[in-house]
């Protein structure tokens, strides 16, 4: 799998809605084949949603190595 470097922030991956309802998970543009602009892409996830994707996240990161550096 290519790498790509992520040219954007997490301040700007990463948003609170004005009425902090949802987050909205700015996805750097993605070149397609045969599309001359990049795909823009977002998700906005409730408070619910951002949750179970800690959950996800956390459990994934428990089975990586190494475990993360204590300081």
């Known amino acids: 799998m290519k790498k790509t470097p992520v040219s954007v922030t997490q301040a700007e991956m990463w ?4 009425d902090r309802q949802t987050v909205r998970f700015n996805i750097p543009p993605v070149r397609l084949a045969g599309r001359a602009e990049p795909l823009k892409l977002h998700l906005d996830c409730d408070a619910q949603a951002v949750d179970e994707v800690l959950e996800r996240l956390t459990l994934l990161r428990s089975e990586m190595l190494p475990p993360p550096s204590r300081n």
């Open 15 to 18: 948003v609170l809605s004005a």
